[in-house]
């Protein structure tokens, strides 16, 4: 896509952004967080990612969210009337669309809640001179956005996540409260432990030349996407302790160690337990299989 087109959805989504805002029971995560309000816009990002704060059962939740994207669905359409918005209930999800661009408002209906608070934070100098509006917005607090962000990173390997994963190596470090973040995300993923840390490379030119290419104002070209993912892959297996991995294969057994991370109150992590558990149950064999094969690549990785 063409940089005004990425500029027309940015601006659709910053004009928007106020009427999500008053749904306290979000907090907004993802590219857009972390380019539009952590960072002084070095990337446009052009989606709404919500996580939903309380903690509450899964049917009380899928209520709670909907109901909070059709009032955001109705001030739109009330203070906005050019604006087209549809509201997919069952995905939580709202398109919002005029002529020139379109953007979408997503809730995760499996990874709600923040272990720890979420900040106010107000929008980047640069994205208020470009582009004449103002606004606060509720973060997710900064190790759960990083940590998500990395687990994205590793599991899609879009270049977007790792142009993020690039500023954020450069600039925070990957400290202990974004390991805490990353580890959390880990054991909330669907996919198995062992799939997310040590990554089958993608080829992603194709995703670069196509939806990452024009987005950027600072120059991050294809050999640079490389090396940041194998710099990323590097610094988790080097930062990763004894502790921490017999947490991940404690929790790979079905049998999590929460002294170590009490995550044990989140449904994401509670749902993926439950699916260990059944498999452990169901397959044996194949549970055995990737406990045995996780234990073996981090005995492996301490050897290097």
Known sequence: ??????????????????????????????????????????????????TYLPLQDRTTSIIAINNALARIKKNIETVFTQLRVQHLEIEAKLLISHREASVKIEVNLVKRGCYNEPQISQLCVKAQDD?????????????????????????RQHPRDLFDIKYMLDTEGFTSGIKKGFIFYLISSNRPIGEILFPIYKDQRKAFDNQFAGMTSEEFDYTDYLQTREVLVQTIHTLLTSEDKAFLLSVERGEPDWNIYD??????????????????????????????????????????
Request: one cysteine or more.
């Open 263 to 304: 995550f044990s109150q989140f449904p994401a992590v509670r749902w993926k337990l439950q699916n260990i558990n059944k498999l452990r149950k169901q397959n044996p064999n194949k549970h055995k299989g990737l406990c045995k094969i996780l234990e073996s690549r981090f005995s492996e990785n301490q050897g290097e």
């Open 1 to 50: 896509m063409s940089i005004q087109t990425y500029k027309n959805q940015v601006k659709l989504l910053l004009t928007i952004l106020p009427e999500v805002g008053k749904e306290t029971c979000f907090a907004l995560h993802g590219g857009t967080a972390i380019n539009l309000f952590v960072r002084n816009m070095p990337r446009l990002s052009v989606d709404i990612d919500l």
């Open 131 to 155: 582009f004449e509006v103002f606004t606060e917005m509720r973060l997710v607090e900064l190790g759960h956005l990083f940590g998500g962000k990395i687990c994205a990173a590793l599991d």
